[in-house]
């Protein structure tokens, strides 16, 4: 599996992994769903049943399941922060991801 994590991404992960009760530290999950400004979006979170890892980086393992596999190859996640807060960011080549950061078309 080809998804990269920036060395921001991984460490606001692995901050978000360690904050949660009952969350292990350094695993997080990464999952699709319809809907937001876009047909699809992201969405990451420290609990979750997904069993495939899909790529490690800085102590962070990300997982996700079987059914997103082929959508989630070959995309890079960043974390960005500015005065207003902080977001991850995704991009991909079979990916137009929306302004928001987090929402995305298919590209044909």
């Known amino acids: 599996m080809n998804v990269s ?4 991404a ?3 992960l692995m901050r978000l992994s360690v904050m949660v009760p009952d969350g292990v530290a350094g695993r997080m999950f990464i999952g ?3 809907g937001g400004c876009a047909t699809w979006s992201f969405s990451i979170s420290a609990y979750g049943n997904y069993e495939i ?3 490690r980086a800085n102590g962070i393992t990300l997982f996700t399941k079987s059914k997103y596999l082929e959508k989630i190859s070959n ?3 960043n ?4 005065l ?6 995704f991009s991909g080549k079979k990916i ?4 928001c950061g987090n929402c995305f078309e298919f590209q044909e």
């Open 10 to 12: 991984a460490s606001e």
């Open 79 to 82: 974390y960005i922060e500015n």
């Open 75 to 77: 995309i890079s996640i």
């Open 84 to 89: 207003t807060g902080g977001s991850f960011v």
């Open 32 to 34: 699709i769903s319809e």
């Open 96 to 99: 137009r991801v929306m302004p």
């Open 53 to 55: 890892p899909i790529s």
């Open 5 to 8: 994590i920036t060395e921001a």
